[in-house]
């Protein structure tokens, strides 16, 4: 497991064969759940942090 931070911005990333959990929260209450192949990974966080 992996938890990154950027302001109020935490994603935590779970490794499984071939692919990524990918929890994103906003610091207010707000979850996002995705599911990224591994070369998704950086590519799916910036699309996420863009967006929140």
Known sequence: MR???RGS???T???HPGVW???VSDGAGNVEFLVAD???VAPTLYD???RM
């Open 3 to 5: 938890v990154f931070t």
């Open 9 to 11: 911005l935490t994603a």
């Open 13 to 15: 990333l779970i490794s």
């Open 21 to 23: 959990d990918v929890i």
């Open 38 to 40: 591994v070369e998704d």
């Open 48 to 50: 996420v942090a863009r």
